[in-house]
């Protein structure tokens, strides 16, 4: 089973728990579109949907689904969204697309964070994969030299700007032991607007595809 079909089981697997008849929040990147897809196919009604960026937007309006914004929705019942690393106490790494910010907010905003990931993604210490962290872009030299402070290796991610206008950072050879306390450090520095370190509100349930079938975490 390639990795494709794995984003497709997971995806098919979170459509099960979708909540009838409300705002539904949706995240980025090529496992979501997965969802996406499956929504429209298997002509899964919803009121709205709340985005995390405009590419997701974009695929949920080509088929029909209204995209609302979180300050008219309100709290959101439910958040769907993959992620780049997972730990077994559901922290995630997230932004390997860029959409760190607007996910952190709905998550935020959200009673239940469902991560739907591949075995893959699966790791007992974050940090394999580079963090990433979005800042402003005139803050940029400045944090990448604070990030060098705490044992990181930033590089710019040449030529991606966010959603948001800013640049992304991604963090290389870091060994993450204390997620939540390297969150805190690295929110703290001036000019970053969000790190992808989901760790103070990690997901609630996470569900990992692999060969064997998906298992919840
Ligand atoms: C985007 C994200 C994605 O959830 C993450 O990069 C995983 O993407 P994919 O499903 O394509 O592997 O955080 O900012």
Redesign the pocket.
Known sequence: MNQEQL?HQVAAAALQLIPPDEVLGV????????LIDLLHQQRIPLPACVS??QATSKRLQDYGYEVVDLNSSGPLNMYI????ECDPYRR?????????TR?KIIAAASRRFV????VS?QVDILGAFPL?VEVIPMARSHIARELVKLGGEPVWRDGFVTDNGNWILDVHRLSIVDPVGLERQINQLTGVVTV?LFAARAADTVLIASPDGVVEL
């Open positions: 984003k995240g980025t990147g090529s496992t979501v579109n997965a995390s960026s969204d993959g992620a780049d995630l790494i997230k932004g390997g697309g860029g959409a760190l996910e991560c739907i990931i591949d993604k990433p992808g």
